[in-house]
Structures are given as structure tokens and as C-alpha cells.
């Protein structure tokens, strides 16, 4: 499935094993959350009219996650769906020619939702915030320069698009401070503020979609 090393198969396991009980739960035309420890992270059960159903993956890459996306649409038959990953694919060492690999991934990760005919609205990966624990482990560039791609990818193909560049962007380069708990995952305060923004795109979706 990936090319890389993978030390968070027994979490990635175990999430399947958690995702597949909400999954029941939620029952089918809710909305999907897909990605990685920052989808993970997503406390609220609910935005807006419809049921969340959290398919998050600490720790996971963009090719990595390409193949479960069918799986989990098929499974969920989700009305709508969100998106955030890449962020684990912007580590210190990233290059553009590593970036290139990783844009083919999230754009095969689109299609799959265009084949579903599954709306969704895409994210960007946060900033990094400077200072902080994990700071050092990822680039502020190759986030940067992913973000933009994904903005080139999905515009005029998702539903809608939240660049988290922008949303908790400082101007230069970096997170605005309180943004994160190590210097890339949210905050509390970060993800009651991502929270609204979320719950005011998925509200103006489903009235557009049950208005038309």
C-alpha cells in the first residue's frame, strides 16, 4: 500500500476497528471526515444538520491514505465529506521532487471523491508554529508550497476549500502564536475557531443542496 515505513500500523488498526463501530452509528448520508491526527483530533460529533463520522489516522502520509478513501466511501456512504492530509508529507527533508510524488496521491485522492459524487471540502495543512516540540520536524516551505497545490487542485473541483494556511497563518510564514500544542497539532482554542468556520461551510452546503 505505501513505500514507507509504517510504525503506526497497530494505531491505524485499531482506528479501523473504532471507525467501523461510529460507522454503524452514523448509518449512511452523514458526513465523512477523512486524514490524518488533526482529523483525528476533531472532537465535535456533529456540524451543522449532519452526523460526523471521524476517519482520522495519526501519523498518516498522503499515499498512504489514497487507498483507504474508496474503501471508507463505499462503506460510509457519506452525503458530504472533509479532507486534511499532507501534513505529515512536509517533514524537514521534503523536496519538491518528493512534493511532485505526493500532489499525483492527493489528486488520485479527489478523483475518488468526484467518482463517488461525494462533495467535499478540502483543507490545507496548518502552519507551523514556531518555538514549539515538533517545530523542528517539519518544513514551513513544503507546507507552504503543498497547501498552494492542493488550493490548485481542488479549486473548481471541491465543494468548497479552507485554507489553513490563511485561517491560522501569522503573515510570516509561521502559525499565529496559541495556535498548537507542539507546534503543529491544533489547540483547543484552534479547534473551537476551525470548528465555525467548518460548521458555517457545511450549514451553506447542505441548504444550497436541499434548496435546490
Keep these: 500500500m505505501t513505500s514507507q515505513p509504517n510504525p503506526f500500523a497497530p494505531h491505524w488498526l485499531i482506528r479501523d476497528i473504532v471507525i467501523g463501530s461510529h460507522r454503524s452509528a452514523v448509518g449512511p448520508g ?18 451543522g444538520s ?10 498518516i502520509w498522503t499515499e498512504a491514505l489514497e487507498p483507504r478513501v ?4 463505499n462503506s ?22 518528493s512534493l511532485d510524488r505526493v ?21 490545507t495543512p496548518p502552519p507551523i508554529e514556531r518555538g514549539k516540540r515538533l517545530t523542528g520536524f517539519y518544513s514551513s516551505e513544503a507546507m507552504a508550497s503543498f497547501s498552494r497545490r492542493i488550493v490548485q487542485i481542488a479549486d ?9 494556511q490563511n485561517v491560522f497563518g501569522d ?22 475557531h476551525l470548528h465555525e468556520v ?7 452546503l447542505t441548504d444550497r443542496r436541499d434548496n435546490s
Design 30 to 47: 452523514g458526513l465523512l471526515f477523512v486524514g490524518d491526527s488533526l482529523i483525528e483530533g476533531f472532537y465535535w460529533n456533529r456540524l
Design 50 to 59: 449532519l452526523p460526523v463520522l471521524n476517519a482520522g489516522y495519526s501519523g
Design 70 to 73: 474508496p474503501i471508507l466511501l
Design 76 to 97: 460510509a456512504e457519506p452525503s458530504i465529506a472533509v479532507l486534511l492530509v499532507g501534513t505529515n508529507d512536509a517533514k524537514k527533508d521534503c523536496t519538491e521532487e
Design 103 to 123: 500532489t499525483a496521491h492527493f489528486e488520485a485522492i479527489v478523483r475518488h471523491f468526484e467518482s463517488a459524487a461525494v462533495p467535499v471540502v478540502v483543507m
Design 156 to 164: 473548481g473541483r471541491a465543494a468548497a476549500i479552507v485554507d489553513l
Design 171 to 192: 503573515r510570516q510564514g509561521g502559525a499565529r502564536e496559541g495556535t498548537t500544542t507542539d507546534g503543529i497539532h491544533l489547540s483547543a482554542e484552534a479547534y473551537r
Design 198 to 204: 467548518l460548521n458555517r461551510e457545511i450549514t451553506e
